[in-house]
């Protein structure tokens, strides 16, 4: 496990995401009203890139068939009784920057 | 048959009346109504006057109605006088009608307090549909109006006129609005939200007299203050009509005494509804007095058994955005324990009084979304023990909606009317109702101030077998109403951002239908002068480019008219090898597409490039399609090119409901397929021909004349008319050929070419507001709205993988 520092909280719009590619892994970053969210950069469906989603609440709909994953446990809200998700990454905000918690491989890999 | 005579054709009188039809036969009625309407919803007066709602949509019941019932309806005679020895009313018509039982549901008047000079033009009171008309006539936008009287009525009535465009000042006699329903902290909660919405509130006033000659020009308060007002409004409260009571000899306190039958102190005289007084209490609100009218039409069709007990009446303040609910006891005291959630932010107060684990009392402001299962648990008495924390928030509904499926069968659903979800069901199942308007007819639910319609919905959705969709949709569950409504709420009350709709008037999350749909509207409304928020748009729009399945975009320059020159295809060749474009497509719409390109590229090949945007992402101008036409072709009858390219000209960069791709060719040929386009200029010899509605997509339709005109600058004229029209009445995401479908031609040729000529002129300048506000999106390559809108975000740090 390794915290990274991403990038500064005005690089991304309220209520947008951005992507950012970090170890390995592109990450979708979304500001909810200066709450920082991140999941994988990939829609389970097709891997549409969800950073460019619109987001709806703590969800965000994906820009390619509007698929809705929730952006706290990455999980699909519609279409309804899909199992699949995405994964989600622990975010923090310190010295006015936005972090994030890579997952043990990445760590281990470097 | 007995006579049975009803005096006060509203809200309680007729409701009683219907559940005495559903008794065995036994009167022929006669109603006599002050009035000269049909039964109205008195409660959504105040819609009416905020412009939600017209004046004719208010009916409850039709003159068919009574017809079919064989009710004898006698409007605008007022009853001067009862006999109730022997047993004769007297109409102020000089009519004499006997009878042998007598109803009487005279309601209330508005109280007017003793005030100098209320008798001068301009002071209105709020109670009837004709109050309601002179105060919509008399809402001027920018008339100074003041509203005396800060309980539910007044704020209503304030809002209705602030809406209009009125300066309004509330003006309240105490310290706390509402202060019938709410306590002092609500009272500043909802005193912070009226003055948010742009309505001044002045408490602790008394007002002793109306300034001006003649006609209203200002109030006078206790201790000498001042302020102007032209308009001004009573609503200081309500007494009830009880004087025929007296006349009768009847029992008459406040109100006319009745007891658990609803009988008066006389055999054959009953009374029901606002104008009675049961266990020393007058109901103001129509839940309650639908309650005793059922009693009632027991009582009187010699069914007598049930009884009325007195109601804990719930009310609701009906100002969208302001989420006013309060029912039961309000204020603390020994012996009650309380549940208190605040949250200053979000102009959220909820509270709670339970005594002996049950609830008691529940006020709530700023957020009532719950507030159908405190009314359960108030009236059913739910032991609470042990929920204290679970009281405010109860475990999450999914997705944020609304939680039909887990109500208990005895929730109320409808509280003005008290329809539970388990009366609704049973009449979906026994009546086998479908529709919204089958539900409202059958059980009365959501007949009231409508804050239920949803839940009916729901409910119809999930239980009938052939649900249909009310015919008119509402955008979507985020914000539920018609898109008319929108447009008309974001117009009169100058919402210019995509958040404060949602915020006002929705869930304020939003979603991909609403966002963009919302986007869509207050750009057109206020021609391009709105708040722009990206975040509300869909990424093509956020980058102006069309995002493909692979994640990266396409690149579409404006070829006006579908002509190039040699400079600029090799600027184009030269482009796509220089970012490696992986394809270079000519498209369907003459012109070139540059399929596969990355975000970050994007500026820098608009730049390279140096055309406009085509627009071939977004809901907006696509393009004109033309054909070679009198310039070169030897059947050519109309310079189509040229036509073509001004066409396009006028109206690029402008956004519509959906694309609009329109087509000008020089003869009937039609080379360039004008007549399957949205708009198209067809050439014939000495004229053109400007069709609307063509498709020929997902459906192929072969667009209407709208007019034929002699000259290429009529012709254009035309289109742009048709044009803007499309743009402010058609729903978002309806391309032109469901539009005029929906519509009819001959309704869009009125409106449009064959309008008045200061509608047209009307739109024409909204037209060209717009069109000067508007600018080639592809510019934001020099000045993105956001520094990271192309870019892509690099980490502080880089991790080695
Ligand atoms: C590029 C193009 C196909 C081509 O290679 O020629 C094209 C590509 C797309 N069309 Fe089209 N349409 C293209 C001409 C047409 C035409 C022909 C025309 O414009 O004369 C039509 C029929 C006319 C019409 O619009 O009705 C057409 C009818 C549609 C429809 C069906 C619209 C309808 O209501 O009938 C859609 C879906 C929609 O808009 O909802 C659509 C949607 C799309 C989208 C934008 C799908 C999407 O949302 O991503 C495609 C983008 C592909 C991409 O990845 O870039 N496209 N599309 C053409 C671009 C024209 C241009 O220069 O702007
Ligand atoms: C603007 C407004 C908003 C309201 N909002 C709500 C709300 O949100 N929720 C709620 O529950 N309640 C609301 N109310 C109150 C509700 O409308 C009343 O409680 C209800 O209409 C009372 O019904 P009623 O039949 O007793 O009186 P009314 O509906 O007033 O009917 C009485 C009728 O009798 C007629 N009449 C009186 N005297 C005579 C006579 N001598 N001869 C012939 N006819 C006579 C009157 O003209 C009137 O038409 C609102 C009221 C107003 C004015
Ligand atoms: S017809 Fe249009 S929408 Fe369908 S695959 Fe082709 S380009 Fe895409
Ligand atoms: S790829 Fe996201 S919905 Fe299809």
Redesign the pocket.
Known sequence: MSWVRITIPENIPLREGRAVRVGGEEIAVFNLGGRFLAVENRCPHKGGPLADGIVSGGTVVCPLHNWKICLENGAVTKPAGESCGVATYATRLEDGVIWIELRGEQEAAA | MEELIV???????VACVEQILKHAPKFHITI????THVNYN??L??SVLAGEKEADEIALNSLEWYQKHGITLRLG????DVDPVLKTVTGDDGSVTSFDKLLL????TPFVPPIDGVEKEGVYT???LDDARALVEQAQPGRKAAVIGGG??GL??ARGLQVRGCDVTVVHLLDTLMNMQLDATGGRYLEAKMQQLGVRVLLNRITTRVLGESRAEGLEFRGGERIEADLVVIAAGIRP?AH?GKKAGLKVNRGIVVNDYLETSHPDIFA????VEHRGVV?????P?VEQGKVLAATITGNRGPQFQGAQPA??L?IMGVDVFSAGQVMESDGVEVVRYEDPAMGIYQKLLCRENKLVGVVLVGDAGDSHRYVDWLRSGADLAGKRRHLLFPEPAADGGLDAAQMPDSDTVCG?MGVTKGAIISAIHEKGLNTLAQLKECTRAST??GSCTNLCQQLLRAVAPDFEEDKKKVLCGCVPFTQENLREMVRTQRLRSVQEILEIYGNGAGCEICKPALSYMVDMVWCGDHEEDRSARFINDRVHANIQRDGTFSVVPRMRGGVTTPAELRRIADVAEKYHVRMVKVTGSQRIDLLGVKKSDLPKIWADLGMPSGQAYTKGVRMVKTCVGTEFCRFGTQDSIHAGVELERRLENLYTPHKVKMGAVGCPRNCAEATVKDIGLVGQEGSWQVVVGGAAGKHVRKADLLITVETTPEALEAAELFFQYYREHANYLERTYDFVERLGIEKVRKETVYAPEPVKQALRERLSKAKALSRDAWLEREEPVHPTQFVQIQPLEEVLV
């Open positions: 005096v006060g054709n509203g809200m309680a009188g006599f109504g002050e009035e008195r409660i007066l105040s005679v007022r009853i001067v549901a005279t309601g209330s709020f109670r009837n539910l009525l209503e009535a009509n025929l029901v509804g606002e104008c109901y103001g609100l129509v839940a007095l009310a609701k009906k003005c009231g101030c």
